[in-house]
């Protein structure tokens, strides 16, 4: 096994200049500078790799990922082995601006017929629907849905797990920007964890799980968002948000048009060890982010475990709890609190300090070696449909009001 070395990066180093073009999206074509040199060498012998078929964890603004170049099959692969991911779960592609994603939808040279005559276009158009969302959302943790070129796709079809539809976004962080535009690679990557562990939102998490397993993690400090991204479908109408994520439902419903018809679909509320499932969307299959420890979810507004359960419920060694918005500190001398320390109030937790603490609080829990966990659910509307999803993925037992 190889040794993962680490390079620590300034993502403040790094800027994009908005598309000079009037009246485009200013990530269409954008230009990157970056203001120090150690910056630009690490990116580059990263960039490098990534060009000769290897992986590279690297932070995003919603979890660490694992990316590799969406083109090579070789280099795919890599993840599926490095993540122990099955390979039946499709993967999301990273672009660096507009134009590289058109590049993906009609590769270069691909030729078009327009009233009969054929011309050769370079680039392929993104369905006019997405126009709204991508205007309003991207760069960010927005992940959509695109059909794949008939002939020829640039991408691997490992990607798609062979689906007709492929998964793209463009992220906002500057690290995972910079890596698709210096590579000039479309990058695959799904959250850099061992398959089915919490997702990694700094970098220590990646090494505890990938340790030896890749070859580089860049290190560029905590997520901000800490959930991954939201998958929509806007191929069909009504569109359907396949996963939650960092953009709420509520916010795409509010662009209005065909967008206020948005649905979840049923699968991602449903029990993701349902076999039947044919993935489309990343994250909807497999049992996941789930810690060592069992995880028992409280339904919103179910009374904390009280002392005595909770000794009862570990018969052995310690019990964690997660408390959001309403269970009293302290609820059994073994609590390790880890959402929310005794000087906060627990209280005023809003959903996203909730979802950016989320994974990292069950692997504090984890590292503690606790037995069980109990986690106080959250309502869900806005970020709490995307944090209730994940813990009910993670939980072994879920208690409901009676």
Same mark, same amino acid.
């Given at each position: 096994s190889s040794h993962t070395a680490i390079s620590i990066v300034d993502a403040s180093k790094i800027s994009f200049s908005p598309s000079p073009e009037p009246g485009t999206h200013p990530c269409d074509s954008p230009a990157m500078e970056i203001s120090d040199p150690a910056t630009v060498e690490a990116l580059t012998k990263a960039a490098d790799l990534l060009r000769r078929g290897q992986c590279v964890a690297f932070p995003t603004e919603t979890v660490y990922g694992l990316g590799a @170049?969406?083109?090579s099959t070789v280099g795919v692969n890599s993840i599926y082995a490095a993540k122990q991911r099955p390979l039946d779960n499709p993967l999301i592609v990273h672009v660096s601006s507009l134009r590289q994603l058109r590049g993906i939808l009609a590769p270069a040279g691909s030729a078009a017929t327009t009233n009969g005559h054929t011309t050769n276009t370079c680039e392929g158009e993104i369905p006019e629907v997405y126009n709204a969302l991508i205007? &309003?959302?991207w760069p960010g943790p927005l992940t959509i849905l695109l059909p794949l070129p008939a002939t020829d796709s640039p991408l691997s079809t490992s990607v798609t797990a062979g689906l007709p539809k492929f998964a793209v976004r463009l992220p906002s962080h500057p690290i995972a920007r910079a890596l698709c535009h210096l590579s000039s690679l479309p990058l695959a990557a799904p959250s850099?964890?061992?398959s089915g562990n919490p997702s990694p939102t700094s970098a220590s998490h990646v090494l505890t799980d990938l340790r030896n397993r890749i070859p580089l993690i860049i290190d560029g400090g905590p997520c901000s968002v800490g959930l991954e991204s939201t998958v929509v479908d806007g191929l069909r109408?009504?569109?359907?948000? +396949?996963?939650?994520?960092g953009i709420s439902v509520e916010a795409i419903r509010e662009l209005g048009g065909v967008w206020a018809r948005t649905v979840i679909s049923r699968a991602s509320l449903e029990d993701a060890a349902d076999s039947s499932i044919i993935p489309e969307s990343p994250g909807m299959k497999y049992k996941h982010y789930s810690p060592r420890a069992g995880v028992v979810l409280y339904e919103p507004g179910t009374p904390a475990p009280r002392? &005595?359960?909770l000794v009862r419920s570990s018969k052995i060694g310690k019990v964690g709890i997660l408390r959001t918005r309403t269970w009293e500190a302290g609820a059994g001398k073994l609590a390790l609190d880890s +959402?929310?320390?005794?000087?906060? @109030?627990?209280?005023s937790k809003g959903g996203g300090e909730i979802s950016r603490g989320l994974f990292a609080a069950l692997r504090e829990l984890d590292d503690a070696s606790v037995d069980v966990i109990h986690v106080e659910g959250i309502e869900e509307v806005l970020e709490g449909l995307a944090v209730m999803n994940r813990l009910r993925k993670a939980a072994s037992v879920v208690v409901r009001n009676v």
């Open positions: @170049d969406a083109t205007s &309003k959302f850099a964890n061992a109408d009504p569109p359907v948000v +396949l996963r939650p994520g002392g &005595k359960d +959402l929310t320390r005794e000087s906060d @109030d627990a209280r």
